[in-house]
């Protein structure tokens, strides 16, 4: 069987290809294609790297074969970037999802197929726990071509064409490497950046509450989405994958208690309304009952986030 | 100015079309245009009938010029037709209405845009009540294409792309004419052929609730959605039109009541499982507060649905 991870540059993809390499999962090809050539997660003959377009005539089409099982859909536009870049937003997160799920349908109908989707599906007035049957009104393009997805994913497994598994990801923290153009991307860099000795901006008040996941978490929960059957979730194929809620003060403090107060005075609040209006209309809490009786697991509390981090980073 | 009703040679673009003309909103052109050269609904030289297929090439961005003030977009797939003919529906039903969200933002930025979206959005496990903020999750290829549209909709406002407004219909009865490929088409066939003196039969079993509009409400909150502004929506462009709740074992005995039972007798219960799953999926019930809050009309009687029927027809 022939794993495809899209998206497979990036931090997500990369961890997910490792965590597949080393898991009991039985594959004979792990495809990893990204718009970039991603570069290998190990020596295993296993791995293919692949640079493609997706959006590209036929791309999608040929990418998907006889051969294919299971394919991990995590490529996507950022959404701040989504923002700022509206063409390219729609034809990334909402185009090449179709291409993959019509490539599905004709080439091998019935995988089993992950869509990567975001808790920014979310947004406006939402009560102050979201549940899985709380309406989506997202405010931003990333959210809303997140939620159509979503929409479309369920569709097509509903007819049959993809066995689909759609997993709402809470904001991952913390995000190794460098800032990027998500919205959320100051979540990490708050936590990052001071432990590397840098300075950091929070564009957020101290009382903002984040709905957030490990990405240690994050990665057993996609695979656990991959690997449960397709009944298990019943009529509906959608399911926010649980996390903590945390506001940035008890971040701040948990960075202060396991580093120092001279790492937690390398942050500075500097208020930027955009960053703002996207992220305060995300949760800052979502009912996990749902996710923890299908089986995936929850972080503990935030400090573990930062130890994760600190022993990942000196790994 | 001039306005657009796509759907134009349909049932709801016909009526749609002469409301107009009898209102007092000031316009001089009103283009009627579907994929049928659509007839004119009246003699009046403010109506142009234009028949193009909407899927094609530069045929949506033809349209929608610098004098285009007001857009409805009534033109659809009907849901059982969307069901077996996959592709078709998608193509229709989303694209189009992508493509008419485009021209507009590249011709005629911020135009009022009001498009038909359907209760047919909700499916699955729903509460007994089903409000504005109740997760859609439709089980239809026709409801997960319109709720994708609403969350498109909504975006291209959020941007100031178009001014839109998205009315969820109830279900429509009596609809005139002759069945259609629409899930709920026995919804007026069991009151319309009963009237016409022919047969009708009954899929679904007398115990299930419908949520209905009569006509002359549907084109009534049509027009008002138009002509409400932006802000009276608040964040949020997307409002559940009135309805009443009505079972099909009520529907007949409003025929027998108004008519007769020889009447009555006509109908017959021939189950059909393809048209019961789609068509139970559908909320019975959807609170109205929101809607009559905006000034949108309720119906109040489903025997006035009939007599309505009754009359329009002698007309």
Redo the contacts between chains.
């Keep these: 069987m022939q794993i495809i991870i899209t998206g497979g540059a990036g931090f997500l993809g990369q961890r997910l290809a490792k965590a597949l390499l080393n898991s009991s999962l039985a594959f004979d090809e792990l495809v990893l294609v990204d718009v970039l050539m991603p570069t290998s997660p190990g020596a295993d003959s296993r791995v293919l790297c692949q640079q493609s377009d997706l959006s590209a005539e036929g791309a999608a089409q040929n990418l998907v074969t006889s051969r294919t099982g299971l394919l991990f859909h995590l490529a996507a536009v950022v959404s701040s970037h989504a923002e700022h870049d509206?063409d390219l937003g729609w034809n990334v997160n909402l185009d090449i999802t179709r291409l993959l799920l019509e490539a599905c349908r004709h080439q091998r109908p019935g995988i089993r197929f992950v869509f990567a989707s975001s808790l920014a599906v979310y947004g406006?007035?939402l009560?102050a726990l979201v549940t899985?049957?709380?309406?989506?009104?997202?405010?931003s393009?990333y959210g809303?071509q997140k939620?159509?997805c979503e929409?479309?994913v369920?569709?097509y497994s509903?007819?049959g064409f993809v066995d689909g598994r759609v997993l709402r990801l809470p904001t991952i923290c913390v995000r190794p490497g460098r800032p990027n153009q998500a919205a959320s991307s100051f979540v990490s860099s708050i936590i990052r950046e001071p432990i590397n000795g840098e300075l950091a901006s929070c564009p957020v008040p101290p009382e903002l509450a984040l709905w957030l996941s490990s990405p240690a978490a994050i990665i057993e929960n996609i695979i656990k989405g991959a690997t449960l059957s397709g009944e298990d979730f019943g009529?509906?194929r959608?399911v926010n994958l649980p996390g903590i809620g945390v506001t940035v003060q008890q971040m701040l403090d948990s960075l202060e208690r396991i580093t120092s107060p001279e790492t937690r005075a390398r942050v500075q609040f500097r208020p930027d309304p955009a960053i703002d209006a996207i992220v305060s209309s995300w949760p800052g809490a979502i009912d996990n009952t749902r996710a923890l009786q299908l089986g995936f697991r929850v972080d503990s509390h935030f400090d573990q986030f930062i130890t994760q981090f600190i022993s990942n980073n000196q790994a």
Tied chains: 1, 2.
Excluded at 132 to 139: E, G, K, L
């Design positions: 509206f406006g007035n009560p899985d049957s709380t309406a989506v009104t997202p405010r393009s809303t939620a159509m929409l479309m369920n569709d509903r007819k009529g509906w959608t």
